[in-house]
């Protein structure tokens, strides 16, 4: 190269030139062949490697690799090269410029280790929609943990560039920042204590988007919509937005019903308040009209006079038992409560065959209206609070 540079300047010696025009054309010419040598890099890798790459992408069968290698990534790419490029031949065209070296090897330095970090957040970005768009994964609460990703990768990089701003080791930067550990743990509280709960809660798997949750001491009760590093969003089921720190889902109880919903089964436990008055023994004529219906063929009376509100269980069992949209391997059963000052409840535990919102309140209420009309063949009645109509009547 020092054969290069003396043959630039007999030529320009031979042109009459002075030597301090000679020196600084030199110089000019130089970094000219730079700029040159960085534009048609970048022109290559724009226009014939990100080509092929795209080429080869497209033509693959799985879809992961069209988005993991996208349009902003390839361009985060395309501006990286140049500048690693000129920062290896700077030495060979600038040696005899030592102070004008300096202040570019910085200078691209700084804007190298820039390019890497925005091309790395992309790459975590490109990543993330990758593995969100796999089925395997696409309900895990990844976010988080990209997010933890990118803000060490930007803290790395802005220690990397301040270390090179001042010409010291990272590792005395990160020795200053130990004596200042405790005030940057006080501004960035809430980063972190979000981050270690995020972590938490992916590690668990106590929470991911989509899950129903229910949490009434924040006003939450809804589909989770995004889990981040200092957030969890929940849409509640009134169209609101609730927004909840990481750290209260994991330092509280939260109610997640996913479980419920992947059972297939959602459960009802409900009484009906029986008048205590109406409560008797059954006649044999009574029995009888029961006798020829075929829920009472499965009827074993436990002594010899039936009381009307154990024929009525048995019906109920019976009934659900018979239900197409009442779920039949999971627990059913129809139980007595401690009678109290409102009738003796008679409490009803099945889980119905849909987890659907509506149509499980559809069942439910059809069943307890069932209950309420037959009751009377039982000669029994639902308690309830007098009104005025009833004073009337009497």
Not at 36 to 46: E, G, I, L
Not at 178 to 189: Q, R
Not at 279 to 306: C, G, H, M
């Amino acid at each position: 190269m020092e054969e290069y540079n003396s043959w630039i300047k007999e030529f320009l010696f031979e042109l009459g030139l002075s030597s301090d025009y000679v020196h600084w054309l030199t110089l000019g010419i130089n970094v000219l062949i730079l700029i040159v040598v960085a534009m048609a890099s970048y022109f290559f890798v724009h226009k014939i490697v990100v080509e092929i790459v795209r080429r080869i992408v497209s033509r693959t069968s799985v879809k992961w690799d069209d988005v993991l290698f996208n349009d902003r990534l390839l361009s985060s790419i395309c501006h990286l090269v140049p500048p690693v490029l000129v920062y290896v031949l700077m030495p060979l065209t600038l040696l005899e410029y030592p102070m004008v070296l300096a202040i570019v090897e910085k200078v691209l330095s700084i804007y190298i280790v820039a390019v890497s970090v925005r091309m790395l957040n992309v790459f975590f970005s490109s990543l993330y929609l990758a593995l969100h768009s796999s089925e395997s994964l696409k309900g895990h609460s990844l976010k988080g943990l990209v997010q933890m990703l990118k803000i060490l990768t930007i803290c790395v990089g802005l220690i990397i560039i301040i270390s090179l701003l001042i010409d010291k080791n990272p590792i005395f930067i990160l020795s200053g920042l130990g004596a200042s550990a405790a005030v940057l743990m006080l501004v960035f509280k809430d980063t972190i204590v979000g981050l270690v709960a995020g972590v938490q809660l992916s590690a668990n798997d106590m929470l991911k988007p989509g899950d129903w949750i229910e949490m009434p001491k924040h006003g939450v009760n809804g589909t989770v919509e995004d889990v981040s590093l200092t957030t969890v969003k929940v849409r509640n089921w009134d169209m609101t937005i609730v927004t909840v720190p990481p750290y209260s889902l994991v330092s509280e109880s939260f109610q997640n019903w996913k479980g419920m919903q992947e059972s297939g089964g959602r459960r009802v436990k409900r009484s009906i308040n029986i008048d205590v008055n109406t409560v008797r023994f059954l006649s044999e004529d009574e029995l009888q009209t029961f006798a020829s219906q075929k829920w009472f063929e499965n009827y074993k009376s436990p002594s010899s006079k039936v009381v009307n509100l154990h024929l009525f269980r048995h019906y109920i069992e019976q009934y659900l038992t018979q239900h197409p949209e009442v779920h039949h391997e999971k627990l059913s059963m129809v139980r007595q409560l401690q009678s109290e000052n409102h009738g003796i409840p008679v409490e009803l535990y099945f889980f119905t065959a849909t987890t659907q919102w509506v149509e499980y309140e559809r069942i439910q209420a059809e069943v307890f209206d069932h209950l309420f009309a037959v009751a009377h063949d039982f000669d029994l009645r639902i308690f309830q609070s007098p009104s005025g109509l009833d004073f009337k009547n009497e």
